[in-house]
């Protein structure tokens, strides 16, 4: 796991391995009861609960979003390890919100799901971070048409536009955003970064967006970073 970020000092406790793999496991169960019990006592021990989401929670998801693509689990299982993950991110995002030392940024982030996809947990804890770091976020949820967050982002005056995905099935919808940002004239008015399961930097680079963030952590620094560029 890399270091913290600014804001997240003093949350240093390790997560057990075996915790982190039952976090994993209750995911896959679709037990949202058992997830969010867990995710209370490990954070109520001291432990890091960006650690537990990273290492434990979201393995869990993303391993959900694998079976799903592969058509060895259906909707119904699928919406039920999303509300689980929904379940643990509220908790987590109330404890980084809890612990965050208040800091002062400006920029102003559009933050959205794809269209297609219904994960939001991954972006849900990238828009916590981001918030509790100072920055004006506007979250625009999950499965989000291509045109509404340009929209957003016109009428927001935005900085970056940041979009996420879970599924291979609905990444065309970040080069769809890319492509339409240009064809308006748009596109030098704005940063993207990209993140999600299936996103790498390779994907990134090819469909021309800004950055990539691995993670929530790497989310805030490549923020700071596409708001110093734009300065």
Same mark, same amino acid.
Request: proline fraction near 4%; charge should be neutral.
């Given at each position: 796991?890399?270091?913290?970020?600014?804001?997240?000092?003093?949350?240093?406790?390790?997560?057990?391995?075996?915790?982190?793999?039952?976090?994993?496991?209750?995911?896959?169960?679709?037990?949202?009861?058992?997830?969010?019990?867990?995710?209370?006592?490990?954070?109520?021990?001291?432990?890091?609960?960006?650690?537990?989401?990273?290492?434990?929670?979201?393995?869990?998801?993303?391993?959900?979003?694998?079976?799903?693509?592969?058509?060895?689990?259906?909707?119904?299982?699928?919406?039920?390890?999303?509300?689980?993950?929904?379940?643990?991110?509220?908790?987590?995002?109330?404890?980084?919100?809890?612990?965050?030392?208040?800091?002062? $940024? +400006?920029?102003? &982030?559009?933050? %959205?799901? =794809? *269209?297609?996809?219904?994960?939001? @947990? !991954?972006?849900?804890?990238?828009?916590?971070?981001?918030?509790?770091?100072?920055?004006?976020?506007?979250?625009?949820?999950?499965?989000? $048409? +291509?045109?509404? &967050?340009?929209? %957003?982002? =016109? *009428?927001?005056?935005?900085?970056? @536009? !940041?979009?996420?995905?879970?599924?291979?099935?609905?990444?065309?919808?970040?080069?769809?955003?890319?492509?339409?940002?240009?064809?308006?004239?748009?596109?030098?008015?704005?940063?993207?970064? =990209?993140?999600?399961?299936?996103?790498?930097?390779?994907?990134?680079?090819?469909?021309?967006?800004?950055?990539?963030?691995?993670?929530?952590?790497?989310?805030?620094?490549?923020?700071?970073?596409?708001?110093?560029?734009?300065?």
């Amino acid at each position: 796991m890399r270091p913290p970020p600014s804001g997240s000092e003093g949350r240093c406790g390790m997560v057990a391995k075996e915790t982190l793999e039952e976090a994993a496991r209750l995911i896959l169960a679709q037990d949202a009861e058992k997830a969010a019990e867990l995710a209370r006592r490990v954070i109520g021990e001291g432990s890091d609960p960006l650690e537990l989401m990273n290492g434990g929670f979201i393995p869990g998801i993303n391993q959900v979003g694998e079976l799903f693509n592969r058509g060895e689990l259906f909707l119904p299982q699928l919406m039920g390890a999303a509300n689980a993950m929904k379940a643990v991110t509220d908790i987590v995002n109330e404890a980084l919100a809890a612990a965050a030392q208040p800091r002062k $940024e +400006t920029g102003t &982030i559009v933050v %959205a799901t =794809v *269209k297609g996809d219904i994960h939001d @947990i !991954g972006k849900c804890i990238v828009v916590a971070l981001l918030r509790a770091n100072g920055f004006s976020v506007h979250d625009l949820g999950r499965d989000v $048409e +291509t045109d509404k &967050i340009i929209d %957003a982002a =016109v *009428k927001l005056n935005a900085d970056i @536009i !940041g979009t996420s995905t879970l599924l291979t099935t609905t990444m065309f919808r970040q080069k769809e955003l890319e492509d339409a940002l240009k064809k308006a004239n748009l596109r030098q008015r704005f940063r993207t970064i =990209v993140g999600g399961a299936p996103v790498t930097p390779r994907w990134a680079a090819k469909i021309g967006a800004d950055a990539y963030a691995e993670d929530a952590q790497e989310g805030v620094r490549k923020t700071r970073d596409l708001m110093l560029s734009k300065s």
